[in-house]
């Protein structure tokens, strides 16, 4: 069952890939300039925006904000390697991935309306300016 639905999916895979990428051009339009790092997608690379992590000053503050106002974000879920015992000794600093776990994940799933991620930028700004 499960690979019959995940065949069936593959054929929207282009459609769903574009909506999530148009959430996420909106989303970068909407939060410029205040005070969020959205994603960087250098010129010769695409992005299908299977997560959008953003990055703000007071993550956990902003994160409570939105949540309270029916934003469903998440923040990293995985651990750092380098912070856990086993790994700690033998790795070199991993700036990138100690970075990775200070984001906050926005949605921009293909479902959502264009009123809907407008809602979620509206709710992105007022956490940010609250916090």
Known sequence: MQAALGLEALGHLG???????????????????????????????????????MYTKRRDAVV?????????????HVDVCTRLPLFRAAHAPTPGAEQAAT??????YASLTLEDVGRVAAVV???????
């Open 15 to 53: 459609e769903w890939t574009a909506s999530t990428v148009a959430h996420a051009h909106v989303l970068n339009e909407q939060l410029a300039g205040t005070g969020v790092d959205t994603p960087f997608v250098p010129p010769d690379r695409t992005h299908v925006f299977y997560q959008y992590a």
């Open 64 to 76: 409570r904000r939105c949540i309270r106002s029916g934003i469903d974000v998440e923040t990293l």
């Open 103 to 108: 984001a906050i994940q926005l949605p921009v």
């Open 125 to 131: 700004r007022d956490a940010v300016a609250a916090a």
